[in-house]
Protein backbone atom coordinates (compact mmCIF):
# COMPACT_ATOMS: atom_id res chain seq x y z
CA UNK A 1 0.00 0.00 0.00
CA UNK A 2 1.48 3.61 -1.03
CA UNK A 3 0.93 6.65 1.39
CA UNK A 4 -0.05 9.98 -0.85
CA UNK A 5 3.16 11.32 0.15
CA UNK A 6 5.01 8.66 -1.26
CA UNK A 7 3.83 8.53 -4.71
CA UNK A 8 6.04 9.78 -7.85
CA UNK A 9 5.94 13.11 -9.21
CA UNK A 10 2.81 12.76 -11.69
CA UNK A 11 1.27 10.01 -10.05
CA UNK A 12 -1.76 11.99 -8.50
CA UNK A 13 -2.92 12.66 -12.14
CA UNK A 14 -0.86 15.59 -12.86
CA UNK A 15 1.82 15.98 -15.66
CA UNK A 16 4.48 13.32 -15.97
CA UNK A 17 8.01 15.44 -15.15
CA UNK A 18 9.29 16.50 -18.24
CA UNK A 19 12.62 18.55 -18.36
CA UNK A 20 12.68 21.58 -20.05
CA UNK A 21 14.70 22.78 -23.06
CA UNK A 22 17.63 24.81 -20.29
CA UNK A 23 17.46 21.70 -18.27
CA UNK A 24 17.79 19.17 -21.59
CA UNK A 25 20.43 21.59 -22.58
CA UNK A 26 22.40 21.12 -19.43
CA UNK A 27 22.22 17.08 -19.21
CA UNK A 28 23.43 17.01 -23.00
CA UNK A 29 26.50 19.15 -21.87
CA UNK A 30 27.52 17.31 -19.08
CA UNK A 31 27.24 14.38 -20.98
CA UNK A 32 29.18 15.11 -23.56
CA UNK A 33 31.84 16.56 -20.81
CA UNK A 34 31.62 13.13 -19.04
CA UNK A 35 32.34 11.45 -22.54
CA UNK A 36 35.61 14.07 -23.21
CA UNK A 37 36.70 12.87 -19.47
CA UNK A 38 36.15 8.98 -20.79
CA UNK A 39 38.54 9.51 -23.52
CA UNK A 40 41.39 11.76 -22.00
CA UNK A 41 41.46 8.83 -19.22
CA UNK A 42 41.59 6.30 -21.95
CA UNK A 43 43.90 8.38 -23.56
CA UNK A 44 45.95 7.84 -20.51
CA UNK A 45 45.94 4.48 -20.12
CA UNK A 46 43.68 4.42 -17.06
CA UNK A 47 46.06 6.84 -15.26
CA UNK A 48 44.80 9.75 -13.43
CA UNK A 49 46.77 12.42 -15.72
CA UNK A 50 45.71 12.34 -19.30
CA UNK A 51 48.42 12.10 -21.92
CA UNK A 52 46.87 14.89 -23.71
CA UNK A 53 46.28 18.14 -21.52
CA UNK A 54 43.53 19.25 -24.05
CA UNK A 55 42.00 15.90 -24.72
CA UNK A 56 39.50 16.68 -21.85
CA UNK A 57 38.29 20.41 -22.97
CA UNK A 58 35.29 20.83 -24.89
CA UNK A 59 36.22 20.76 -28.39
CA UNK A 60 36.26 24.14 -30.52
CA UNK A 61 34.72 24.79 -33.76
CA UNK A 62 36.07 23.00 -36.96
CA UNK A 63 38.41 23.09 -38.06
CA UNK A 64 41.55 22.64 -35.68
CA UNK A 65 42.29 25.91 -35.15
CA UNK A 66 46.50 26.90 -36.03
CA UNK A 67 46.83 28.35 -32.54
CA UNK A 68 46.86 24.79 -31.16
CA UNK A 69 49.81 24.00 -32.67
CA UNK A 70 48.61 21.77 -35.45
CA UNK A 71 46.10 21.70 -38.50
CA UNK A 72 43.78 18.50 -38.75
CA UNK A 73 41.47 17.11 -41.96
CA UNK A 74 38.96 14.86 -42.14
CA UNK A 75 37.89 13.83 -45.54
CA UNK A 76 34.89 10.87 -46.25
CA UNK A 77 36.07 9.05 -49.04
CA UNK A 78 33.29 6.66 -49.16
CA UNK A 79 30.12 5.00 -47.97
CA UNK A 80 28.25 2.07 -48.22
CA UNK A 81 24.73 0.61 -46.67
CA UNK A 82 25.86 0.63 -42.73
CA UNK A 83 29.73 1.75 -42.62
CA UNK A 84 32.11 4.53 -44.15
CA UNK A 85 35.51 4.88 -45.08
CA UNK A 86 37.56 8.21 -44.12
CA UNK A 87 41.10 10.21 -44.73
CA UNK A 88 42.91 12.03 -42.35
CA UNK A 89 45.85 14.61 -42.27
CA UNK A 90 47.64 16.37 -39.34
CA UNK A 91 50.42 19.35 -39.83
CA UNK A 92 52.86 20.21 -37.41
CA UNK A 93 52.87 23.79 -37.15
CA UNK A 94 54.99 24.69 -34.09
CA UNK A 95 58.77 24.83 -34.72
CA UNK A 96 59.54 21.63 -32.43
CA UNK A 97 58.63 18.21 -32.25
CA UNK A 98 54.79 16.88 -31.22
CA UNK A 99 55.10 13.66 -29.59
CA UNK A 100 51.46 11.60 -29.50
CA UNK A 101 49.91 13.72 -31.41
CA UNK A 102 46.52 13.04 -32.25
CA UNK A 103 42.72 14.22 -33.75
CA UNK A 104 39.71 14.48 -32.10
CA UNK A 105 36.01 15.17 -34.16
CA UNK A 106 32.77 14.49 -33.21
CA UNK A 107 30.68 11.79 -34.95
CA UNK A 108 26.71 12.02 -35.51
CA UNK A 109 24.03 10.48 -32.98
CA UNK A 110 24.88 6.09 -33.78
CA UNK A 111 27.96 6.45 -35.81
CA UNK A 112 31.56 4.77 -34.69
CA UNK A 113 35.10 4.65 -35.65
CA UNK A 114 35.61 0.56 -36.18
CA UNK A 115 39.21 0.15 -37.19
CA UNK A 116 42.07 2.88 -38.21
CA UNK A 117 45.75 2.36 -39.73
CA UNK A 118 48.88 4.78 -39.27
CA UNK A 119 47.02 6.07 -36.11
CA UNK A 120 45.45 4.14 -32.97
CA UNK A 121 41.74 4.79 -33.11
CA UNK A 122 39.52 5.94 -29.78
CA UNK A 123 35.65 6.69 -29.23
CA UNK A 124 33.99 7.51 -26.02
CA UNK A 125 30.20 7.83 -27.33
CA UNK A 126 30.21 10.64 -29.99
CA UNK A 127 33.75 11.71 -29.53
CA UNK A 128 36.05 9.56 -31.74
CA UNK A 129 39.61 10.30 -31.90
CA UNK A 130 42.48 9.24 -33.65
CA UNK A 131 46.37 8.66 -31.74
CA UNK A 132 50.01 8.82 -33.30
CA UNK A 133 51.04 5.09 -33.65
CA UNK A 134 53.11 3.50 -30.84
CA UNK A 135 55.84 2.87 -33.41
CA UNK A 136 55.86 6.49 -34.65
CA UNK A 137 54.68 9.09 -32.04
CA UNK A 138 56.67 12.10 -32.97
CA UNK A 139 55.64 14.62 -35.36
CA UNK A 140 58.68 16.89 -36.49
CA UNK A 141 58.39 20.55 -36.93
CA UNK A 142 57.02 21.63 -40.02
CA UNK A 143 55.63 17.99 -40.93
CA UNK A 144 52.69 16.41 -41.93
CA UNK A 145 51.16 13.16 -41.52
CA UNK A 146 48.99 11.75 -44.04
CA UNK A 147 47.51 8.43 -45.21
CA UNK A 148 45.67 8.04 -41.92
CA UNK A 149 42.49 6.14 -42.31
CA UNK A 150 39.67 4.31 -40.60
CA UNK A 151 36.67 2.86 -41.27
CA UNK A 152 33.09 2.69 -39.34
CA UNK A 153 30.07 2.53 -38.86
CA UNK A 154 27.15 4.63 -40.03
CA UNK A 155 23.00 4.57 -40.91
CA UNK A 156 23.96 7.52 -43.48
CA UNK A 157 27.11 8.76 -44.31
CA UNK A 158 28.70 10.69 -41.58
CA UNK A 159 29.90 15.02 -40.91
CA UNK A 160 33.19 15.34 -39.15
CA UNK A 161 32.49 18.29 -37.04
CA UNK A 162 34.46 20.19 -34.40
CA UNK A 163 38.06 18.88 -35.32
CA UNK A 164 40.57 19.37 -33.04
CA UNK A 165 44.14 18.38 -32.90
CA UNK A 166 47.35 18.29 -30.58
Known amino acids: MTRSGDRPYGASGGRPYAPGAKTAAFLGAALLVAATALVA ?3 AGGNATPRHASAHRLPPA ?13 TLVESWPGG ?4 ATIS ?3 GRPMR ?11 ATITQAWKGTPM ?7 IHAPAGDPVLAP ?3 ASGIGFVGAAATPPAFTEITCG
Open 41 to 43: AAC
Open 62 to 74: SPASPAAGCTATL
Open 84 to 87: YRGT
Open 92 to 94: NTT
Open 100 to 110: DWYIQWLLPHG
Open 123 to 129: QSGPIAM
Open 142 to 144: GAT
